[in-house]
C-alpha cells in the first residue's frame, strides 16, 4: 500500500505519529512521550522530523496533518479556535500551514469553541479531529459523543457540524477528590474495580441542583464509614458517582439531536461509560478504531491534499 | 464571677478550652494545636488535665463538657451518634461519661446522625453543640442553620430539635480543585478577595443537575483563557460558583421550614455566605458569640450538673 500522508496526534503529555496508506489504512506507528510540554518551544519542528525520518526517507514530500495541543498557545504554532457550529470545510479553511524546507505540506488542525446558553466560553483541541474520524467511521452525519477523560467532551453534531460541546471535569475532579481529600483515605489500595459498587454511585448520582454533587460526594466517607460500603468498593463507587452525575447532565442537555451516544475514548473507561448508560436505561455505543487517524484522512481528503505516491 | 463550668471544643487539629461562669460568661481562655491527631490515644487525659490545671487548682471539682471529634473513633472514647430528630434531651441523654481520679464529671458529647430520602447517611460531631448554642443565643426552637467550611452543614431545627441535615464538601472541593487540578494555574499569588468576580461565580452556579458542577467549574478556566476573567479573579470566581451552587441546592431543601438562613462560623466565611445569599436573594443573618460555649451551657441546664461554687 502506498503512504498517503502522516498523522500526527500531539498532545501535553505524549506523540503519536501514524504512516497512513490510501483508505486510511495505518502502515506503521511510532508513540513517544515528547509531548509539548517536554518539547521547548523551538524544539518541534527537529522533534518531529525526527519522528518520522525513517518514513520521510522514501517519501520526502509526504503531507503531515497534526492535531492536539500541538495547535494550542503553549504549541508549535497557536491555531485559533474555529467556532460553532463547525464542519470539516470550516476545519479546512482554518488549517495553520507550517514551511519547513525540504518537507511536503504540515498542517495544524484548530480547535473548536463555542458558548453555553448563559456565555461561558468552552474550547476543545483535538476532539473535533476525533469527531470528525468517528463520523466518517459511523457513516452519518448527525450523532451525540462523549469523549471521556481527564476533561470530558460532550459534543453534538447535526449535518455534519459540531453544533455544540460541553467540558466535564469528571476526569479530574476525580482524582483531586480521591488523592487529595478525605475520601481518599477509606480507600484500599491497590484500587481494583468492583461492578456492583459502580453501579450503586451511578444509582446514586441523583439530584436537582449543581450544588447536590457536593453532598452526593460525602456519601463516599458515610458509607464506609457507616459499614454501609467495604474499603475495596470506595472508588468504584465514587467513580460511578461522578460519571453518573455527570451523563445525566450532558445526556439530558445533548438527546434531543440523538437517542444513542457514541463512546469514544480508551476501552477502560468507555467501557465504565457504556455500563454507566445501561444503568440509567441510556442507549450507548463504543467507537473502535483510530479515529483521529479518520479526521486527519477525512481532512486531507476535503482540502484534496496532494497525492504524493 | 463564680466559674461553674469548663467547656472543650476538641476538634482535629485544635483544642479551645473555656473557663465559663454563671449565665454563660467566659471568664479565661486557653486555645493550642493539640487536636487528637497530635495527641495519642494515650494522651488525652494528661493534655486535658494540663490545660485545665490553672482553673482546677482552685476548683478541682468543676465539670467539663466537651464536643467534636474527641468523641470520634479516633478519639478518647466513641459518643455514639444520636439519630435525628435529635434534642437537647437526646443529647444530654447519651453523653458519655469519663471519670478521672480527683476530678468533677467529665462529659462527651455525642455526635447526630441522619439519612437523606435516599438512604444516604450524614453526620455531624461537634456542630450539634454549636447549634444548641445558637438557638439559646436566637432564643427560639425553628431555624435554619448554615455551618460552613471544609465540611458546610446544613441543619433544620424544629421545636428544638435538629430533625435533618445534610454535609457539603464545599470547602474541600474548593482547595482540592484549587491545589490539585488545571483551575489552580490561572489564580494569581497571593489571593486576594474580588468581590465583583465571587459575585459573578454565584450567579453563574445555575443549573438542573448536580453533574452541572463538573461542567461549571470549567469555566474558571476558560474565562481567564479566552480573557473574560483576570488572574486576580479566578480564586473568588471559584469560591462564588461553589458556594452558590451549595446554597441553591440546600436552600432548596431546606427551606420548607424557615426563610432566614442562620450563618454560623468564622468571620471571613460567613460574610461571603452572607453575600452569596444576598446575591441569591435569600435572607441570611450571621449568629455572633461563642456558640460551641453557650451550648455547653445549654447542655449543662439541661442535665442540672451540680454546681460547683
Request: net charge negative; with cysteine; hydrophobic share 40%.
Amino acid at each position: 500500500v502506498t503512504a498517503r500522508l502522516i498523522s500526527v496526534d500531539w498532545g501535553t503529555t505524549s506523540l503519536r505519529c501514524y504512516l497512513v496508506g490510501r483508505g486510511g489504512a495505518i502502515l506503521d506507528r511510532r508513540t513517544s512521550d515528547r509531548g509539548i510540554l517536554a518539547v521547548g518551544q523551538d524544539g518541534f519542528e527537529a522533534t518531529l522530523l525526527n519522528e518520522i525520518r525513517h518514513w520521510r526517507s522514501s517519501a520526502p514530500e509526504l503531507p503531515v496533518v497534526m492535531s492536539g495541543m500541538i495547535g494550542s498557545r503553549q504549541g508549535w504554532h497557536e491555531a485559533a479556535y474555529v467556532p460553532c457550529p463547525a464542519g470539516i470545510q470550516d476545519i479546512t479553511a482554518n488549517l495553520h500551514s507550517i514551511a519547513v524546507q525540504g518537507c511536503g505540506p504540515i498542517w495544524i488542525v484548530p480547535g473548536v469553541d463555542t458558548r453555553s446558553k448563559t456565555g461561558r466560553p468552552d474550547v476543545m483541541r483535538g476532539e473535533e479531529t476525533q469527531i470528525f474520524g468517528a463520523l466518517t467511521g459511523l457513516g452519518c452525519t448527525d450523532a451525540l459523543f462523549v469523549l471521556p477523560g481527564t476533561h470530558a467532551k460532550w459534543a453534538t453534531v447535526v449535518d455534519g457540524r459540531i453544533v455544540g460541546f460541553s467540558t466535564y471535569m469528571t476526569g479530574e475532579v476525580f482524582s483531586a477528590l480521591k488523592d487529595h481529600t478525605i475520601l481518599g483515605r477509606l480507600m484500599a489500595t491497590p484500587p481494583s474495580f468492583d461492578a456492583s459498587a459502580f453501579e450503586r454511585g451511578v444509582t446514586n448520582s441523583e439530584g436537582t441542583q449543581p450544588g447536590d454533587l457536593l453532598n452526593l460526594v460525602f456519601s463516599a466517607r458515610t458509607l464506609p464509614l457507616s459499614g454501609q460500603l467495604g474499603d475495596d468498593e470506595v472508588e468504584s463507587y465514587l467513580s460511578g458517582l461522578l460519571i453518573g452525575a455527570e451523563i445525566r447532565a450532558a445526556h439530558t442537555r445533548g438527546r434531543r439531536t440523538a437517542d444513542t451516544v457514541h463512546v469514544l475514548g480508551g476501552a477502560a473507561l468507555t467501557a465504565r461509560y457504556i455500563d454507566a448508560c445501561k444503568i440509567l436505561g441510556i442507549s450507548a455505543k463504543p467507537i473502535d478504531g483510530e479515529c483521529v487517524v479518520l479526521g486527519h484522512v477525512a481532512i486531507a481528503d476535503a482540502i484534496e491534499l496532494p497525492d504524493s505516491s
